[in-house]
Each structure stands twice: as C-alpha cells, then as structure tokens.
C-alpha cells in the first residue's frame, strides 16, 4: 500500500509538470504575444529630453520615441507606451508588466546582471553642469558640494565615485535642474545630450570634461531572447534605410 501510494505520488507530480510545460508552450514567447497582439508595451520616463519629454500638446518625445516607433515598424506592431519613474522600469521589465524598457538607459554591468541589453544604439557620457555664475570647473571642486542627479541613473554611479560630496536623487532631471537652479543644488551630473538640452535655457552651463563614456540601448527581460533578436534585427534595418541618421540629425545628436 505504501509502494502504491508513492508511485501514485510520482505519477501525479509527473502530469503536473507535463501541464506545466504544455501551458508554457501554449503561452508562448514575449515575441509571440507582441506579434499576435500587434503591440509592444514599454516602460518609458518622459523626463529625459531630448531622448523623452512631453511636448507642449501632451504628446511624448523625443529621439528614443522617433527611434522606437521606427524599430516598432519593421517588426510589424505598433508601441504603447507606460509611463513609470525611471528607477522603476528595470523591476516593470523584469516582472513582464512591460514588454521591454527604453528611456535612456546606459549599459552597465549591475543593469546587466538584472536584465539584457540590445545592441547599443547612441553613444553619450556623463557631465557636470552647474549655473553660469558658479566658480565650480571640474568635479575636483565638488569637495563639500551638494550635487543634484535622478535617482536610478548611470549620473547617480558617477556622483557617488565624488569624495566630499551630498548627492541628492530625485525622481527627475527636471526635478533636479529645478534645483540647481533655485540654488538649492550646486551641480548636476547628467547625460551629455540630456545636459545640453537644458544648457539651451541659457541658465546653466557644463563645467570640465565628461566624467564617463557610455552606451544606450532597449531592455528585456532575461530570457527573452527572440525579442532582443528581433530589436537588434529592426535597429539594423533603420540603420540601413537612413531613417535612423534622419532621427539623429532631427534631435541633433
């Protein structure tokens, strides 16, 4: 009776594992569900121009929007687009409430080891910016000073390597050059292209040379590895046809 009860036992925990991976297979891949769908969701954090903002009429922005919606069209789906707080996209992706992230994302080895990289599609490097009048010129004079910079960001890893310094993490870029301006921050490390865009204002100014090299690219969750094909295939295809020098040149990049 007990040998019974054991083999039953074993027999059971055979034919729930046989439904388990019939109903993965049935689920099918990321990829799958984006192409019987027609859609991609992405996480995305509208406060990064020129790469993602919100325009005057409400609509989002930006070089990484262009350049998504124009990946987007090679594979055949169009992209809805989630709005969360940057720092939150990376857990979005890998819970799957996201199809992937795009919003500026700097490849890492720490973003790495949570989530997989596309081929790299810019290439960009972090930066000191701080008001005109500041007498601040390299990040050797951010000794005692308090710097501004998003939560969640490759700025904030430089910002932390600067002895001597407060680091304070907004949500947002916005946030922190709000800040900087209202002198309640004395810099702001930032993303060159992202720094530019609010040295436009004629407020701030950079100071020094780039602290960092780095690459952006589109996120996946781990495993998911048709679909970060299937970006890096459609990147290469907007690459070839000059829509994506077209992009670059429109977000002067």
């Known amino acids: 009776m007990k040998f019974n009860k054991i083999r039953m036992m074993i027999v059971l925990a055979a034919i729930i594992s046989l439904c388990a991976m019939t109903t993965v297979a049935q689920a099918g891949t990321t990829l799958d569900k984006v192409k019987k769908e027609g859609v991609i969701t992405v996480g ?5 121009p020129p790469f993602e903002a919100i325009g005057d009429s409400g609509e989002r922005v ?28 990376v857990t979005a992706t890998q819970s799957g409430q996201v ?18 990289f596309s081929a790299p599609y810019i290439a960009s490097g972090q930066v000191i910016v701080v008001r005109n009048d ?23 890893q430089e910002a932390d390597k600067i002895e001597g310094a407060e680091v304070v993490k907004p949500e947002s870029y916005n946030i922190a050059f709000m800040m900087l301006n209202n002198k309640v921050a004395d810099a702001v490390i930032a993303d060159i292209s ?15 040379e780039p602290l ?11 495993g998911n590895d048709d679909l970060l094909q299937a970006l890096n295939n459609a ?12 992009i670059v040149k429109k977000w002067n990049l």
């Open 62 to 89: 930006g070089f990484d929007v262009d350049l998504l919606n124009a990946i987007a069209a090679k594979m055949g789906v169009k992209v809805k687009w989630v709005t969360m707080d940057f720092a939150a996209i």
């Open 194 to 208: 992202v720094a530019d865009e609010f040295v436009k204002q004629g407020k701030f100014k950079r100071a020094g």
């Open 134 to 156: 500041s007498d601040i010129k390299s990040a050797a004079d951010l000794k005692g000073r308090k710097i501004a910079v998003q939560l969640g960001t490759t700025g904030e």
């Open 44 to 48: 995305n954090s509208p406060d990064y």
């Open 212 to 222: 960092s090299y780095e690459e952006f690219a589109m996120i996946t969750r781990k």
């Open 235 to 246: 990147l290469e295809a907007v690459k070839a046809d000059g829509s994506y020098a077209a």
């Open 99 to 116: 199809d992937m992230g795009m919003s500026g994302f700097s490849i890492s080895p720490e973003r790495a080891e949570q989530v997989s």
